[in-house]
């Protein structure tokens, strides 16, 4: 059964610490994207990735965040240093390569920045 | 860029009852879905539908691209139902290209 596998599940950090989410998206998708989501609200899109280019990534703070995708198989999202604000669960999905990009999504890391 | 506009926002209903989710989209769009985030957080695609209408088991989905609207029905509800109900599309423009943004949800109560 096909899945997109996201690490850590969870994250409980101080502030100032460097945080690295990794997701695995599934194997022949060709995009992948970070969502962000904050108490049950709207998913709010951080970057996303087609052919492991870089599309988009205005929705990110960019003094903080970084993500790349060095390889087909992973994904990796940073923020460096992190603050209470950016606690969250951060979510991975990847799109299969048929044109229709419908999107299958990784279970999330909860990340807490005390 | 494009505006995903979801209604209601909150929806309380009995076991057994019908209801109809709304996502709007201010323009032209390549491709919608919607998805349904359980309880625990885990986010279930249910339709791709672009257009057209779509159906499975008790849920269906409508989307009048011309309109700019999509309809997500949901009969003869059950307490799994309960979550939030989101809309997600991806413009038709070349500048927004594979970029999929999603609305801010209908949360959805079904009461026993």
């Known amino acids: 059964d096909a899945r997109v596998t996201q690490t850590p599940r969870h994250k409980v950090t101080e502030m100032g610490q460097e945080v690295t989410m990794r997701c695995q998206p599934i194997?022949?998708?060709?995009?992948v994207f970070w969502y962000r989501q904050t108490m049950m609200q709207g998913l709010e899109l951080l970057a996303y990735?087609?052919?492991?280019?870089?599309?988009?990534d205005s929705g990110m703070p960019k003094d903080r965040f970084s993500a790349e995708m060095p390889d087909a198989t992973l994904a990796t999202l940073k923020i460096q240093p992190s603050e209470p604000r950016d606690s969250a669960v951060y979510f991975c999905?990847?799109?299969?390569?048929?044109?229709?990009?419908?999107?299958?999504f990784g279970a999330g890391s909860r990340l807490t920045v005390l | 860029g494009i505006q995903v506009e979801q209604s209601p926002p909150d929806l309380i209903l009995q076991e057994g009852a019908n209801s109809t989710l709304r996502c709007n989209f201010s323009?032209?769009?390549?491709?919608l879905q919607w998805f349904h985030q359980n309880p625990w957080g885990q986010l279930i695609n249910l339709f791709y539908?672009?257009?057209g209408t779509k159906q499975n088991g008790r849920l269906s989905a409508t989307t009048v691209a011309t309109e700019r609207y999509s309809l997500l029905y949901i009969s003869s509800s059950q307490t799994t139902d309960s979550g939030v109900y989101f809309c997600?599309?991806?413009?038709?423009?070349?500048?927004?290209?594979?970029?999929?943004?999603f609305g801010s949800g209908t949360r959805l109560s079904i009461r026993p």
């Open positions: 999905a990847s799109g299969n390569p048929a044109g229709a990009n419908v999107l299958t």
């Open positions: 194997l022949g998708h060709n995009t």
């Open positions: 990735f087609r052919n492991r280019a870089p599309l988009d």
């Open positions: 323009d032209s769009v390549n491709n």
């Open positions: 539908i672009p257009s």
């Open positions: 997600a599309v991806e413009g038709a423009w070349s500048s927004s290209a594979s970029k999929i943004i």
